[in-house]
């Protein structure tokens, strides 16, 4: 953490570490008791799919801390970050906690932790478009035209993604 977040204790946002605890703690709790003892050959076709899903979630927080404002109450910000992976998704940190809830439930093989796992994601989603709201009412159309070129949660805009989806614009 840099010196200029430590300047303003206020301003540090401690709910998404608490809440990621709770998440992972109750998946973790509550997948333990579910997980099949088995292992055949879907289930390390899941591993390894479970494995692609921590290693988003690693990228995508490292990428999103070498920012204060991801530190910030959305409220607190005198700037958005709008370079880096901000350039591309406006929630990474939203982002990599869904892509680890979704790496939770490939990782246990449970259809029992599907409801938890929905659950959370569900919540990690509508703290993401709260988060946004704020952001609009702070910084208007500023951040209203930020919008318009990055997707909320996956990287890309709508032309990005066309073009990719196309297989135009591929090199």
């Not at 490292?62 to 970050?81: I, V």
């Amino acid at each position: 953490m840099t010196s200029d977040s430590w300047d303003n204790p206020g301003s540090y946002n401690y709910w998404r570490p608490l809440l990621a605890i709770i998440n992972f703690g109750s998946l973790l709790f509550y997948g333990a008791g579910l997980m099949r003892p088995t292992a055949e050959l879907w289930d390390y076709i899941f591993v390894a799919i479970g494995c692609y899903f921590t290693l988003k979630f690693g990228r995508y927080m490292s990428r999103a801390h070498q920012f204060k404002q991801t530190r910030m109450q959305p409220g607190d910000m005198d700037e958005f970050p709008s370079k880096g992976i901000y350039s591309k998704i406006r929630q990474p940190i939203s982002a990599a906690l869904i892509y680890m809830n979704l790496a939770y439930a490939c990782f246990y093989r449970s259809f029992g932790l599907i409801p938890a796992v929905a659950i959370f994601v569900a919540f990690w989603y509508m703290l993401a478009r709260y988060e946004d709201g704020k952001m609009l009412n702070k910084f208007g159309d500023e951040y209203k035209e930020y919008m318009k070129y990055t997707a909320m949660l996956r990287g890309g805009s709508d032309e990005q993604q066309r073009l990719a989806s196309s297989g135009y614009d591929m090199y």
